[in-house]
């Protein structure tokens, strides 16, 4: 190849490797395979490296790092990046509409964006003529640090900015994130190097980004949105406009940002953001509203180095600290022992938060939490709250490192750890604990829904003798509970009328009450769909129960396991005798609609119909349960027009997909 075939190959290459790069970062959409798209790429590097000097700016190869460096050079920002105001409840969102209205001395409505408050590193990029020229951390405003080299590794962040007249200069300022799932596959990985882990996808993005050596930075898989632009900004005299100018201009800009006509819109996207909350793919920790047009902007100007037209108005913290007032080992109904921390209780997100697990052994090797420490509690969506870190200046002096106990705590008995688990457990089935958490489950809401049947008189029945398995609460009698210590005829009887109403529920029901390893709510729907009967069940081979879409063979040994238990198929057997009949179909096919008990359906794209949110309270009412992400789980996608990236993601998992019109039909809606 002469030099001049390889100018036109390297323009061609870099053009076309550019644009699918940016179909499948920032469109989210590819359209060529991962395999054709590392050709193009390496046939790229072949030429650039017999002709280095023709490599171009925006070649895709600079992703990869460069030489390392021995600082970051100080960069002084073209104009201040300034900081914003925080706001806490709607009440203070409304008086910052008011202050607005008050200064431009109108009663009118004030238009506004609302868009997610990202949870990252901000950063600014300075393009010269289209080209990106320099990438900068925010500092303290004024001056930030150049990490030009580790920008460029990002991802789907233009290295050129599309579009055929680009701007003399262009400074755009956004956020560097790390999706969550990124996060947590980065800290599994540090875990396993013996590498300390990251507290959070924040500091995560932080420490990747600030890398003398920006091959580390590339080895990170980083991602981005931009939602400002310092001066000169753009041609546009709308925050709506600059949204959509940064995306023509190729940036990752956030597809929640919404127009709002007023401050009553903008309460009503904070509402819908508070609750998508923890279902995205990546942090966030409030939601900044900007007043959208820009002359209006310029009216108001800026006080104590924040803007008057913006405000971060934060949801509530998951995060607070608190101190552990004592380390307790709880014994669970399959004997696997959790330690947990007992707090002085602390409000959290609206929430009083008491304990937190430190889920095992290594866990709190781990974070070396002590009895007496101050540490950083945290909550997560629905899960149990965790500790994050240890406040370690805080640390009392003399507080001793927890060791788990060799003996189970409610029990006495002997603990083992088996082979790559990192539980302990105790081995005695017949462990009063055991049996308790064994009988609160069996009796849940999720399982047989005994009410009345609480923790206290539990743990009455266990002393009593009386009670042994979950067969024994059928042989109870009336005279027996009302003179347990504590209960009078009436709620004896109450009690005995729950567990009598227990003997009809629904199979699944019934299924998930057994407690049986890996066998919650979702698996025993799937299961009973399959299998009409609890001994049908029983009978099933491990072919027959990994054939069910989403039971794997982790969870179809579990149930082998269970039932080739004679004690456990006794307590079976008996429970039938005492009179459980579990009633084979779910009784839960409402007005229209088939039942969609055990699905688990992922919605993406926009439904022409209905709103995301009534879809997905369709779905759940008609028995499906409904997630933000495919994996493996998924039993079925619905792709509205511009699906994102889920549809890609269930087409490799091989996961059904169904478009609008399918789906109307399922759920009883088809308007002929
Ligand atoms: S606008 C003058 N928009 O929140 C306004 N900031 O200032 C400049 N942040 O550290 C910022 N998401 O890094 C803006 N959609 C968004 C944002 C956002 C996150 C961060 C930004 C800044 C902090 C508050």
Request: charge should be negative.
């Amino acid at each position: 190849m002469d030099r001049d075939e390889a100018r036109l190959r390297i323009d061609r290459l870099t053009e076309e490797l550019n644009e699918h790069a940016w179909r499948y970062y920032v469109l989210d959409s590819p359209v060529i395979s991962d395999a054709e798209y590392d050709r193009l790429a390496r046939e790229l590097e072949a030429i650039e490296a017999a002709f280095p000097d023709l490599v171009r700016a925006d070649s895709p190869s600079h992703r990869v790092g460069a030489a390392p460096r021995d600082d970051f050079p100080p960069f002084r920002h073209p104009s201040p990046m300034l900081s914003i105001q925080n706001c806490f409840s709607e009440a203070e969102f409304f008086d910052f509409d008011r202050r607005i209205k008050k200064f431009l001395g109108t009663d009118d409505d004030i238009e506004y964006m609302a868009e997610p408050k990202l949870d990252g590193l901000s950063i600014e990029l300075v393009y010269q003529r289209g080209l990106l020229a320099a990438g900068a951390t925010r500092g303290d405003g004024t001056v930030g640090e150049d990490v030009t080299p580790n920008v460029r590794t990002i991802h789907g962040l233009p290295l050129k900015l599309r579009g055929s007249d680009p701007p003399e200069q262009l400074v755009v300022r956004g956020e560097v994130i790390l999706e969550k799932v990124h996060f947590e596959r980065l800290n599994r990985e540090r875990e396993e190097a013996g590498e300390p882990a990251f507290a959070n996808p924040r500091n995560a993005a932080a420490g990747s980004l600030r890398q003398l050596d920006s091959r580390i930075t590339a080895s990170r898989p980083l991602s981005y949105m931009m939602y400002a632009a310092g001066l000169p900004v753009p041609d546009v005299d709308s925050q709506q406009d600059l949204l959509r100018r940064l995306e023509e201009f190729g940036f990752r800009v956030n597809p929640r940002s919404r127009f709002c006509r007023n401050a009553h819109e903008a309460a009503a996207a904070y509402a819908e953001l508070l609750s998508a909350r923890f279902s995205l793919p990546y942090d966030i920790d409030g939601m900044v509203v900007k007043v959208n047009r820009f002359e209006l902007q310029r009216r108001l100007g800026e006080v104590s180095r924040s803007p008057r037209w913006a405000v971060a108005w934060k949801f509530p913290p998951v995060q607070e600290t608190t101190r552990v007032q004592r380390i307790v080992v709880q014994v669970g109904r399959t004997g696997v022992l959790t330690p947990v921390a007992e707090l002085e209780p602390v409000r959290i997100g609206g929430v009083e938060v008491s304990r937190a697990t430190l889920h095992n052994e290594d866990e709190v090797r781990r974070k070396d939490v002590r009895a007496g420490d101050t540490v950083v509690v945290q909550r997560a969506g629905d899960v149990i709250p965790e500790i994050v870190s240890v406040v370690l200046a805080r640390r009392p002096e003399g507080a001793a490192p927890f060791a788990m106990p060799e003996r189970c705590p409610a029990c006495g008995g002997p603990v083992s750890r088996e082979e790559g688990e990192s539980a302990l457990r105790c081995a005695n089935m017949n462990c009063p604990a055991q049996l308790r958490e064994r009988l609160l489950h069996f009796a849940s809401r999720g399982g047989m829904d005994i009410q009345g049947l609480g923790e206290k008189i539990v743990e009455r029945l266990i002393e009593s003798g009386r009670v042994r398995t979950a067969a024994d609460l059928y042989r109870l009698d009336k005279e027996f509970l009302a003179n347990i210590e504590r209960m009078g005829e009436k709620s004896a009887a109450n009690l005995l009328a729950a567990i009598e109403a227990s003997k009809r529920r629904p199979l699944p029901r019934f299924i998930s009450a057994l407690g049986i390893l890996h066998v919650g709510e979702h698996v025993a729907g799937l299961l009973s769909q399959r299998f009409s009967s609890i001994d049908a069940l029983a009978r099933a081979s491990a072919e027959e129960l990994t054939a069910i879409p989403g039971i794997g063979p982790e969870v179809s040994e579990s149930i082998r396991r269970f039932f080739s238990e004679p004690q456990n198929r006794k307590i079976i057997e008996a429970l039938l005798a005492a009179g459980v009949t579990p009633i084979a179909e779910e009784a839960k096919n409402t007005s229209a609609g088939a039942s969609l008990a055990g699905q688990v359906v992922v919605l993406t794209g926009t439904l022409a119909s209905m709103e995301r949110s009534q879809a997905k309270a369709r779905l759940e009412a008609l028995g499906a349960r409904v997630t933000g992400s495919v994996s493996k789980k998924t039993t079925l996608v619905v792709a509205g027009s511009d699906p994102g990236s889920k549809l890609a993601e269930a087409e490799k998992l091989s996961i059904k997909v169904i478009g609008e019109p399918e789906f109307l039909e399922l759920i009883g809606m088809r308007k002929d």
